[in-house]
């Protein structure tokens, strides 16, 4: 299993992934040291534990926001499917009436059209 070295705060730690993995989680570390690092410019030294405890909660509460966001967002792509698949239906009842009419209007010009052709063809 690869290993790869990352950096929070200032620290270096060995870590394990899955083989393909090692830039992805570098670029997590990396991504959780600016926390640590906005958070130790926020408030100062406050110590390592206590300060990495709060970057994991600011983390996790972008993963709720995240999360609630996505939802959300899932519940509108719900909506959205919803409207299309009856405006789509109207459409499709739309064309039947259309088609109908059509034909209705292509059966009556075929019956004028035979009227002129039976005057056409009875001495006058």
Same mark, same amino acid.
């Given at each position: 299993?690869?290993?790869?070295?990352?950096?929070?705060?200032?620290?270096?730690?060995?870590?394990?992934?899955?083989?393909?993995?090692?830039?992805?989680?570098?670029?997590?570390?990396?991504?959780?040291?600016?926390?640590? *690092? =906005? $958070?130790? &410019?926020?408030?100062?030294?406050?110590?390592?534990?206590?300060?990495?405890?709060?970057? !994991?909660? %600011?983390? +996790?509460?972008?993963?709720?926001?995240?999360?609630?966001?996505?939802?959300?967002?899932?519940?509108?792509?719900?909506?959205?499917?919803?409207?299309?698949?009856?405006?789509?239906?109207?459409? *499709? =009842? $739309?064309? &039947?009436?259309?088609?109908?009419?059509?034909?209705?209007?292509?059966?009556?010009?075929? !019956?004028? %059209?035979? +009227?002129?052709?039976?005057?056409?063809?009875?001495?006058?």
């Amino acid at each position: 299993m690869p290993e790869v070295n990352v950096e929070i705060n200032g620290r270096k730690y060995r870590m394990a992934c899955e083989e393909g993995q090692q830039q992805h989680l570098i670029g997590l570390a990396e991504r959780f040291n600016t926390h640590v *690092e =906005a $958070l130790k &410019g926020a408030v100062g030294e406050i110590g390592d534990n206590r300060l990495t405890v709060m970057a !994991g909660i %600011a983390v +996790v509460d972008e993963l709720a926001e995240a999360e609630r966001r996505i939802k959300a967002l899932e519940t509108e792509v719900v909506v959205l499917t919803r409207a299309g698949q009856e405006v789509a239906s109207e459409i *499709e =009842a $739309l064309e &039947g009436r259309f088609a109908s009419k059509l034909s209705d209007a292509a059966k009556a010009l075929e !019956g004028v %059209a035979g +009227v002129l052709d039976e005057a056409a063809i009875l001495p006058g």
